[in-house]
């Protein structure tokens, strides 16, 4: 293998794949990147078997074609270093290569590329559709933040992509909250779903880039891809059944507060500051057009409330929130004012931005809340 590529280049593919490589894996040769070389084009694929990334670049020139698996880490390190120029790869015997620039080169080793596994996509069973990448993003940002960290039930640490022939919602929950983000540009001619892993979830927020417009999402029984520009990503789904989430959503609270989304958020972190550090509760005290919230840990006698300015109309309620979970909603949606919705003070409160019509649907977050001790 022979070629010329831009040492930029070279490094902002390499790291775009790297996210892939295990920090520890019983077979050393995923600590590689695989180089592919055909067609005037460099394929760089990085991979820990469950979650691979595939970039191409294309190569200034190339004197003869080849496979071969070449260190990451010592590759990323010395491509760092260099400033941006042209850089020449070439093989010298059965087990090193040469990086040559324009004053210096370095010797590196490289392994057989039959070494490398085998990557499997999805197959003629898949289900395709078109995703706009600020969508997707979006989609990601606003609910990644809510999957749990399960072990007995590990569908709950992914995001369900529930597709639809009108829209599509992206769910994640851990039993305490729930958020669901929909958007109707994304359809599919017959219902679909699969449930992604968050840890690919977020390495795909990570590297769809600003210019990205669209994404091409395909899934099969076990595997789903998403493919924009030069990039393709193959992962493994999280195999079983989501729980029905549509129907804890709550469709007749009664009892509105609409309030200032900024001002909500930073007075539920002010006064958690003196709630008790196990439970994190914080008490609501609502009455027409006033919220009250409190909260104290009687185990250090210390208290805190605050009187916020809001809209409120509804039954009196006092009801109990962890406040933890109430400001990631908060800290996670972007909106101006909140519309909070309740039923009493046992049932879930329904969250979604006040905006307008469009944005409601668009977004919603579901809090469980606790009980007084």
Not at 292 to 306: K, R, T, V
Not at 343 to 368: F, H, N, Q, T, Y
């Amino acid at each position: 293998m022979k070629l010329v590529i831009s040492s930029s280049e070279l490094l902002k593919g390499t790291l775009a794949v790297s996210k892939a490589i295990p920090a520890k894996s019983s077979n050393p040769i995923l600590e590689n990147f695989l180089f592919v070389l055909a067609d005037g084009k460099l394929e760089i694929t990085a991979s820990d078997t469950e979650l691979t990334l595939k970039t191409t670049i294309d190569v200034e020139n190339s004197a003869s074609e080849g496979r071969i698996a070449v260190p990451a880490k010592h590759l990323i390190e010395l491509l760092k270093e260099l400033p941006d120029q042209p850089l020449t790869i070439n093989t010298v015997s059965d087990s090193s290569f040469e990086c040559i620039w324009a004053s210096g080169q370095s010797t590196l080793p490289y392994f057989p590329a039959e070494d490398y596994p085998d990557i499997t996509g999805t197959d003629e069973t898949a289900v395709s559709v078109q995703f706009p990448a600020a969508a997707l993003v979006e989609g990601i940002s606003s609910t990644i933040y809510a999957t749990a960290d399960d072990e007995i039930r590990p569908t709950m640490n992914g995001i369900f992509f529930d597709i639809d022939t009108e829209s599509t919602t992206l769910v994640a929950s851990d039993a305490h909250k729930l958020i669901c983000y929909t958007t109707k540009d994304v359809k599919s001619e017959q219902k679909a779903s699969f449930i992604l892993h968050k840890k690919t979830a977020a390495i795909l927020r990570a590297i769809i880039g600003k210019d990205v417009e669209e994404v091409t999402v395909a899934f099969d029984a076990k595997n789903a891809s998403f493919s924009f520009d030069n990039t393709l990503v193959i992962c493994r789904q999280i195999v079983g059944r989501y729980p029905k989430y549509r129907d804890v959503i709550p469709q007749n609270n009664a009892n509105t507060l609409k309030i200032d989304r900024a001002l909500f958020l930073n007075t539920v972190r002010r006064i958690a500051v003196c709630s008790n550090k196990a439970s994190n509760q914080i008490k609501f005290d609502l009455r027409e057009n006033s919220l009250e919230i409190s909260a104290q840990d009687l185990g250090f006698s210390i208290a805190a409330y605050e009187k916020v300015a809001c809209q409120y109309d509804g039954e009196e309620l006092t009801i109990g929130f962890k406040s933890t979970f109430l400001a990631e909603i908060l800290s996670n949606m972007s909106c101006n004012e909140i519309v909070m919705k309740f039923a009493d003070s046992k049932r879930a409160a329904l969250i979604v931005p006040a905006e307008d019509e469009a944005e409601s649907e668009k977004l919603c977050g579901i809090i469980m809340p606790i009980m007084f001790s």
